[in-house]
C-alpha cells in the first residue's frame, strides 16, 4: 500500500479537490475507469467531514436490505422526498440518485474495500410521511481495522474526541447501548470488556483506537482502495485558482505546503470540500440567524472554508440559493477548554429520552425535544430563541447522560466546575442559575410532568412518532421518551444553533457538470458532496441524506469523466 506522494505530478486525467467520501468515491470510480487521478486536500489530515460523522448513508432500495430480505419502493422513496422538499425539488437530480444509488452500492463492494450493512429499524425522520421506511434505507459501513492502512492510519483524521472514551476508543450505535446498560447486564457488561481489551492493546502500538466505526469506517475504507489504486493524495495542499481555455477547465492553481503550482486535468476537475461552514462570511450571507447575531457552530473541520465554492463563482459557476435551509442544523454545546469552547452536538442521545426537556430564555418549552437535530434547530429559531437551556432531573442524567456528561458511572463534577453543566437542588435553585423565570420553569415542569405520566405530550408530541420512540427508552412506560423531571438535582446545558454541514451549493446537472449562470454545464467543472447544492434542497428527510448523495454523485462523475456519459441506470 502506497503512503500519500510527496510532490503533485504537472498533470492528471482527473483532479479530485477534497478527501472526504465524495472526493474519494470520484477518485477510485473514475482511476478503475482508466483515468490517471491525483487528490488534493488542504488540511493536514485526509477524510474531511466524513471522518467525524456518524458515517449514515441513506440509500433508498439498495442491495443490502434486499439481501436482508426487506424491500423498498423507489417511487415511494421519490415519493417521500418530494413532500420533505416540496416545489423545491431537482427531479433530475432526485431521480438521478435514486437510479444509481443502488448501483453504487454494488460497484464498491465489488470493487473496493468499503463494504456495507443495513440497519433492519431505523425510521425516516418523518415516518408518518407517505412514502416514509422503517428501516432498510441506511445503510453503514462495516467495522474497519484501522491497522490495515499502515503508515497512512495517523494522517486519517481523527474521530472528534469528544465522541470517544478512554483516549481515543471509538464506540458505535450498540455499543453505546451496551455501555450505558454494563452495570445492569452482564451481556453487556461482556461486550464492553471485550472493547476495553481491544482498545488496551491498540494502545500499546498506536496513539488511538484503530477499531474504526461510525464516518471513520467509511473513509478508513475508501482510503484503503485510494491507497491500493496507487492514486496519489496530497496533503496541505490548497486550492487557490482554476485554469481555463476557451471555457473549459483545464486544470488547477494550487498551493502545496506555501509552494504555488499549476497543474494541468485533461478529463476535468472535481470539487468536493466539504462546502462552506466555516466561511463566517457566508454563514452571515445566508444564515438569518447569523445576520441577526446569534452565535452558531459548526461541527465540520475548519478546512472546509468555501475555498472551492469561490473558485467556482470565479469561473462562472453559482450558488443555488432557493433553499429551505442554509445548512443541515444541530444543536450544540459548548465544553470549556484550554483553547476556548469547543462545540459538541447533541444529535441522537440526550434530547429524546424521557425526563429531558428544552426550554427557551423565558423558561417555556418551544418545540419537540424528540425530533431530529435538524428539526429540533429549526423550531428552536422559529421560536426566536437564539440559545436555550436542555434540563433534566437527577434519574436522567445518570441513567442517559446529557451532551458531554456521560451516565453513571462516569463522574461529571468536572463539568459542575467548568460551568458546562449547571445544577439546582429545586427547580426554582435551578432556575436561578440559568437566569430563567422561576414561576414559568415550575409550571413547564409540573405540566410536562403530567402529560408524561399518561405518557401523551400534549403540547409538542414528543415520542409521537416511531422515528421518536426509536431515540428514548424502550423499557420507560407508557412512553419511551417521556417521563417527569422529579428527581433532585435538577441540571441543565445551554445549547446554541450548529451544523453538521452546509446544504447550499453550486447548481450542477444530473451527472455532477456544474452548471454557469444560464443553466450550462461548464467543460470540465465538477462538484459532488457539499460543494454541490443538495439534493434534500435543505430539508432533512433521514439519517444518512448527506453521505448517500455524497457516495452516489461521486460515483456518477467519476464514471461521467472516465467515459463522458453519464451513469447506467440499473435494470
Known sequence: MSVPASTPAPDYDLVVVGSGAAGMAAAITAALGGLSVAILEKASHYGGSTAVSGGAIWIPDNPKMREGGMSDDREAARTYLAGETGNRMNAPLVDAFLENGPEMVSFFEKNTALQFEHRAFSPDYHPDREGAAMGGRVLDAVDYDGRRLGKNFDALRPPIADFTVFGGMMLNRFDIGHFMKMTRSPRSALH?????????GDRLTHKRGTRLVLGQAV???????VFELGIPMFLETGL????????????????????????????????????????????????????????????????????AISVALDAGGHLVESNS?????????????????????????????????????????FTNEAASYHDFVQGMLGAGHHSAWLICDHRALRHYG???????????????RSGYLKQGRTVEELARAIDVPVTELRDTIERFGLDAEEGHDRAFGKGSTAYQTYLGDAENKPNPCLAPLATSPFHAIEIFPGDIGTSIGLETDASGCVLDDKGMPIGGLYACGNDMNSIMAGAYPGAGITLGPALTFGYIVGRHAAANQPAPVPA
Open 325 to 365: 435551509n442554509a445548512a443541515f442544523w444541530t444543536p450544540v454545546s459548548l465544553l470549556p477548554g484550554k483553547e476556548g469552547p469547543r462545540p459538541f452536538p447533541h444529535l441522537f442521545l440526550d434530547r429524546a429520552k424521557p425526563g429531558v426537556i428544552a426550554v427557551g430564555r423565558d423558561g417555556r418549552r
Open 402 to 416: 446529557l451532551g458531554a456528561v456521560r451516565p453513571f458511572p462516569a463522574p461529571y463534577g468536572h463539568h459542575l
Open 192 to 200: 464492553a470488556a471485550g472493547l476495553l481489551l481491544r482498545h488496551l
Open 240 to 307: 487557490t485558482g482554476i485554469s481555463k481555455d476557451d471555457g473549459k477547465v483545464t486544470g488547477v492553481r494550487v498551493d502545496h505546503k506555501g509552494v504555488p503550482m499549476d497543474i494541468i486535468a485533461n478529463r476535468g476537475v472535481v470539487l468536493a470540500t466539504g462546502g462552506f461552514p466555516q466561511d463566517a462570511a457566508r454563514r452571515a450571507e445566508h444564515m438569518p440567524h447569523v445576520r441577526a447575531g446569534a452565535r452558531h457552530f459548526s461541527m465540520s473541520p475548519s478546512a472546509s472554508a468555501g475555498d
Open 219 to 225: 473513509a478508513g475504507r475508501l482510503a484503503e482502495s
